[in-house]
């Protein structure tokens, strides 16, 4: 209320409130210069770690292939829970600056602590004795000093994740100019975009060519400046007071249906007494999932109700609204379910250990770091995003005559398909690579090169970055267009859930075929000897299983039926 007072006094201010010097005017860009200059350094610290951290397990650690895919997919399925959990605490009673803070400092901690793994030689295992053969493991204290090193991390990063965004938009809330928010959305991303591209070339080129301790030692700095950032920038922020989190809402609306599970429906649905949110357009629920609505049936108003209307106990009664939301995002879990799925080929280390066999040179001298290749992903997800709108709608609709638009749906499964089409050429390109290997004798020598160029890996790593900028942004948009207003930041939520169910699965999948394979003394598909394994059949599994999940995607669209604003679209395109 004081910054509203403030800029009624001073009109000229509200006009240009970036130009405003005064104490009492907080937000606008001058805030989102430190928290996007924040978002670059601590995304580039953050990402340097990931690509390289396969090779880092196996070659210090002496962890075998599954062994050390297994640690990196659980940390993806924590890392991708964990801003679920953290944005339920922001919205409901931390507040988004203090979560930003605290999950810096956490990220601090964690990726000092996993730098000391390459500073102390005792928190690792000694090196290998003469041959490759004679390794010892880590022991049970440095297993878990570098675990909980992970685990520390994923929790500052999923309190940063859960927060950045939108409290970054905060600062813009008293803008009366909506394009504000529009640039700084396309900011945010091109700032998120453009760090990881540097985290991708630069800081991983340091961990292969420096060595871990300088390598692992930039991110420490780079997340320590960041911390230093965010706070510097404190007096300029618009900081919300935090409110109750649509995410609680729904835990509630499950909880109350539960409690509530002895009433009875009536087939008269006006029989009934529903409590309704104060301005709201929904005055009874739908007949769909029926049980859920007896959550928001008033029993007794005089008890249920206090004198302003609100529930006394909103774990035993919730509203309508409340109601329908849960109902909307059950709707989408089937749809959820195949997105899951779709990504069990994309938290595989071993692209990493495939390129480090093969010759990765550019000239003479200069050689490309096995892990830098996931750049031409993001290359061609860049470009497919800004060719997509520009050139491929447009050109379509020129040659057809008539506008061309593809519906969420439609490029979802585009997307799927690119994604199986992407795990078939990777299985095609590795049956290459180790027939290669084979023939020039490095049966036995999986630390070797072969002489065969990285270059054959650009078409997987092309695809799937399309197939990934596809589904991702059609997905989002699916969910947003889907659920009520209400529940935009839910679509975010669903997303990482996905991804770290998808972790799971993969990691699940891993373990099966290894537990398989390996039986009758057998070398395993999945071997640490990527020369001995298999693993052109084992991604012809993935791609098996990325076919059946395609058709149960195609059987939940039509179940699904039309989305919201198609049956316009159908009537429209059927008028003469």
């Not at 813009?172 to 091109?190: D, G, H, K, P, T």
């Not at 991983?204 to 997340?223: D, E, H």
């Not at 001298?365 to 997509?388: H, K, M, Q, T």
């Not at 891993?510 to 693993?535: A, C, D, F, M, P």
């Amino acid at each position: 209320m004081e910054m509203e007072n403030s800029s009624t006094e001073k009109g000229e201010m509200v006009e240009e409130p970036l130009l405003d010097a005064s104490e009492t005017q907080k937000g606008g860009f001058r805030a989102l210069l430190f928290i996007l200059g924040y978002t670059a350094l601590m995304n580039m610290g953050l990402l340097s770690l990931a690509p390289n951290l396969i090779l880092y397990l196996m070659n210090e650690y002496h962890m075998d292939m599954v062994t050390g895919t297994n640690m990196l997919l659980i940390w993806s399925a924590v890392s991708n829970i964990a801003p679920v959990a953290a944005a339920i605490m922001a919205d409901s009673f931390v507040g988004r600056f203090h979560m930003i803070g605290l999950g810096s400092v956490v990220s601090v901690v964690g990726v000092i602590s996993f730098w000391l793994t390459s500073v102390i030689p005792q928190a690792r295992p000694p090196p290998c004795v003469n041959s490759i053969d004679i390794c010892k493991s880590a022991d049970m204290l440095q297993f878990l000093f570098v675990s909980l090193s992970f685990g520390i991390i994923s929790i500052g990063e999923g309190a940063i994740r859960s927060s950045a965004l939108p409290f970054g938009s905060d600062q813009l809330i008293y803008q009366a100019n909506v394009r504000a928010m529009e640039r700084y959305f396309s900011w945010y991303y091109a700032v998120f975009a453009l760090s990881g591209l540097v985290a991708l070339t630069c800081f991983v080129y340091i961990q292969v060519n420096m060595g871990w301790v300088l390598g692992f030692g930039v991110p420490v700095l780079l997340a320590f400046f960041a911390t230093v950032l965010i706070w510097l920038g404190t007096p300029l922020y618009v900081k919300l007071k935090p409110k109750s989190s649509l995410i609680t809402g729904l835990f509630q609306v499950i909880v109350a249906s539960y409690r509530n599970r002895r009433l009875r429906l009536s087939s008269q649905t006006a029989d009934l007494l529903y409590h309704q949110k104060e301005g709201s357009a929904i005055a009874l629920p739908s007949e769909k999932l029926r049980f859920l609505n007896k959550a928001c049936i008033i029993q007794d108003p005089e008890l249920d109700l206090s004198p302003d209307g609100e529930a006394i106990d909103p774990w035993r009664l919730c509203t309508v609204d409340q109601v329908e939301e849960l109902k909307a995002l059950l709707k989408v879990v089937p749809i959820w379910l195949t997105g899951v799925v779709s990504t069990i080929h994309s938290n595989n280390s071993f692209p990493v250990l495939q390129a480090t066999s093969m010759d990765r040179h550019i000239g003479s001298s200069f050689e490309i770091p096995a892990a830098s290749f996931g750049l031409f992903g993001v290359i061609s997800a860049i470009i497919w995003l800004v060719l997509y709108g520009t050139v491929i709608l447009p050109l379509a609709s020129k040659v057809t005559g008539k506008p061309v638009h593809f519906s969420t749906k439609q490029r979802m499964g585009f997307g799927l398909f690119l994604s199986f089409l992407a795990v078939l050429v990777l299985a095609a390109v590795e049956s290459i690579r180790r027939s290669v290997a084979i023939k020039e004798g490095y049966s036995d020598d999986p630390q070797s090169v072969i002489p065969m160029s990285a270059f054959w890996l650009l078409p997987q790593y092309l695809i799937l970055g399309i197939a990934g900028a596809v589904y991702s942004t059609s997905q989002n948009q699916f969910y947003i267009s889907e659920f009520p207003k209400t529940m935009s930041s839910v679509a975010t939520a669903l997303i990482g859930v996905g991804s770290a169910a998808g972790s799971l699965l993969a990691s699940f999948v891993l373990n099966t075929t290894n537990e398989l394979t390996k039986r009758g003394g057998q070398e395993s598909w999945v071997s640490s000897n990527i020369n001995k394994g298999h693993y052109d059949y084992f991604y012809l599994v993935q791609a098996g299983i990325c076919l059946v999940n395609i058709l149960c995607y195609i059987v939940c669209c039509r179940a699904y039926g039309p989305c919201k604003g198609e049956e316009v679209e159908v009537m429209e395109e059927e008028k003469p």
